[in-house]
Each structure stands twice: as structure tokens, then as C-alpha cells.
């Protein structure tokens, strides 16, 4: 009953956009800090962006640092990702997931909801 499912994900060319969405069903987005994290083949997890519970809060990895923007809708219960200038090695599944109370928003274990993920693949 408590799901997050992520949609937006694709196939786009090098400098492409993207936008991910993170709807929540079974509980209220809006009391969880959501966080966006991806894998790719081979590799472990990594945090990409956070958002706090209000979207007052948000924090980016270095690497998607001024091609990234988080942000949230809690009247539609969503989390948004916006990915600009999209790179080959930005290549992975896209996860969202939403955890309470948290303070480190980039660390994985942090999150009790996770999402299914969404397949990103960046390529000429």
C-alpha cells in the first residue's frame, strides 16, 4: 500500500533532457524527504539529489550539479526530476525513495520506501 513508482525514464541522446516523476500512493508524499538515487551496471548505488519534506532543503551530487533540478508537487503527491545535459555516464536506473526525520538526505539506508526504478539510458 505504501508505493512510489517512477516514470520518465528513456532512451535521449548526449545533451538531451529528461524529466522523472516520483508519484507516492498509499501515503502522504509530503511528510518525507524523497531522495533520487541511481545504479549503473556494475556499480553501486549512488545519491544524485534530495528534497526535504517542505522543498526548503536540497542537495545535488557534484556530478549533477548544474544540469539537476529536484523539486516536489505535494498537492499531486510527486517528486520531480529534472535532468539537463544529459551525459553517458548519467546511464542508470533511476530509483526515488522517501524516508522521515532524516537529516543525512544522500545516504541510502537512510530511506524505508524505495521505488522500482526507471531505466535511463543516455547514448548517441
Known amino acids: 500500500q505504501l508505493q512510489l513508482v517512477e516514470s520518465g525514464g528513456g532512451l535521449v541522446q548526449p545533451g538531451g533532457s529528461l524529466r522523472l516523476s516520483c508519484a507516492a500512493s498509499g501515503f502522504t508524499l509530503g511528510y518525507y524527504a524523497i531522495g533520487w538515487f541511481r545504479q549503473a551496471p556494475g556499480k553501486e548505488r549512488e545519491g544524485v539529489s534530495c528534497i526535504s519534506s517542505s522543498g526548503g532543503s536540497t542537495s545535488y551530487a557534484d556530478s549533477v550539479k548544474g544540469r539537476f533540478t529536484i523539486s516536489r508537487d505535494n498537492a499531486k503527491n510527486t517528486v520531480y526530476l529534472q535532468m539537463n545535459s544529459l551525459k553517458p555516464e548519467d546511464t542508470a536506473v533511476y530509483y526515488c525513495?522517501?524516508?522521515?526525520?532524516?537529516?543525512?538526505?544522500?545516504?541510502?539506508?537512510?530511506?524505508?520506501?524505495w521505488g522500482q526504478g526507471t531505466q535511463v539510458t543516455v547514448s548517441s
Open positions: 525513495a522517501a524516508g522521515a526525520r532524516i537529516s543525512l538526505c544522500m545516504l541510502s539506508s537512510n530511506y524505508g520506501y
